[in-house]
Each structure stands twice: as C-alpha cells, then as structure tokens.
Antibody, heavy 121, light 110 residues
Framework: EVQLVESGGGLVQPGRSLRLSCAAS????????MHWVRQVPGKGLEWVSG????????GYVDSVKGRFTISRDNAKNSLYLQMNSLRAEDTALYYC??????????????WGKGTTVTVSS | QSVLTQPPSASGTPGQRVTISCSGS????????VNWYQQLPGAAPKFLIY???QRPSGVPDRFSGSKSGTSASLAISGLQSEDEADYYC???????????FGGGTKLTVL
C-alpha cells in the first residue's frame, strides 16, 4: 500500500525552528518528485515547496523563500522540511504529497494525513 | 487570495448534475493542464482528475473534467450524498514556477 506519514509538527514560538519529516512506503521513492502543501484550518490548500526525484530541481512559494528548506533522503525513503524563522502565518496543517512524475508538477496523486504546526507565543 | 478562482459554494440534490468552475490566466490554466482534488470532511485531499480530463483508477466516471482557454470545469453527474466535500482545482503557474490552487468550492448535497 502506498503510504505517506508526516511527523515533526507541534507548538513553537515565533522565530524558532521546526523540522518536518515524511516517511514514504509502498512505492519506489526516488522515481518521483515530492511536495509539501499546507492548509490553514477552514481555508484552502497552498503549495509550500517541491523537490524533484534527485533534488536537482527545488521550488518554494514566495512567502517561505529564505526561511524553509526542502530536502530528501532517497536511501531512507524520506522527505523533509526545515522551517526556520517561523511566523504566526505559518500555522497550518502540513501535508506531504507524492508527485505523479519524476519532476515537479501539479499532479499530486498520493497525500499523507498531515502534521499540524502551530506558531504562537 | 488564490491565483485560481472558484465559487465558494455549490449545491445539488441527489441524482443531479453539478458543475464547478475554475478560472485562471495565461500563465497557468491557459498554458498548462488542470487537476482537481476532492477533500472529504476531516480528510486529506484526494487526486480526482488530472491533465484536464483524466481519471485516476478508482475514480467513478460520474466525475469529469474539461478545460477551455483559461478556464476549467469539474462536472459531477448522478450526485450522491458522499460527494459532499470541498473541491480544489490546481495548475502549474509558469510565472510563479510552481503549482497553484483554487480557493476551493464547498459542495453541499441537499
């Protein structure tokens, strides 16, 4: 069964850091690009960051550029999101999503259940 | 404010056909394909339609998609109570160099 399991969320003060992880199973991880997508409760979906199969292509939404870093470890079938200088507006449910393709596209065919990040003092 | 524009709500009765629109621009829908995602209450989004009109395996043929110019539509025929969910369109944006989503449409089955 194809599965994505996120972890690492929690309550953090503004300006602090948090690292999210996504453990993948049931598919050949290094055959696909991966993404992080977030959703404020009661609001819509927002793409945060994506990474190609070999980390050769990486992208971020403007609001997190310079603060968030996406990475992957194909040997460990894992995706990461290092989040620094966190702000209240980063509070959201963060989903890990598998791309249908080897490079980043909008074709996210498998999603995890998400991990909640709350930025508050 | 989302890059792609969707109506915030839609509704229909069981058995009816409903459509949800998604409007974009030349940098996204106008030059790239459109996907649709279904998010049931309390659940993660589900891949519903890709490349404008393709259904992943397991998605009923009651769901169909189309695109024309800088707009796209999702149609649901034979509406069922379990179709009550939020629906999001998405497309790659060449200017932003990443995927963009619509604001979502909450579908209510009356």
């Amino acid at each position: 069964e194809v599965q994505l399991v996120e972890s690492g969320g929690g309550l953090v003060q503004p300006g602090r850091s948090l690292r999210l992880s996504c453990a993948a199973s049931g598919f050949i991880f290094d055959d696909y690009a991966m993404h992080w997508v977030r959703q404020v409760p009661g609001k819509g979906l927002e793409w945060v960051s994506g990474i190609s199969w070999n980390s050769g292509s990486i992208g971020y939404v403007d609001s997190v550029k310079g603060r968030f870093t996406i990475s992957r470890d194909n040997a460990k079938n894992s995706l990461y999101l290092q989040m620094n200088s966190l702000r209240a507006e980063d509070t959201a449910l963060y989903y890990c999503a598998k791309d249908q393709r080897i490079t980043m596209t909008e074709h996210m065919d498998v999603w995890g259940k998400g991990t909640t990040v709350t930025v508050s003092s | 404010q989302s890059v792609l524009t969707q109506p915030p709500s839609a509704s229909g009765t069981p058995g009816q056909r409903v459509t949800i629109s998604c409007s974009g621009s030349s940098s996204n829908i106008g030059s790239n394909t459109v996907n649709w995602y279904q998010q049931l209450p309390g659940a993660a989004p589900k891949f519903l339609i890709y490349s404008n009109d393709q259904r992943p395996s397991g998605v009923p043929d009651r769901f169909s998609g189309s695109k024309s110019g800088t707009s796209a539509s999702l149609a649901i025929s034979g509406l069922q109570s379990e179709d009550e969910a939020d629906y999001y369109c998405a497309a790659w944006d060449d200017s932003l160099n990443g995927p963009v989503f619509g604001g979502g449409t909450k579908l209510t089955v009356l």
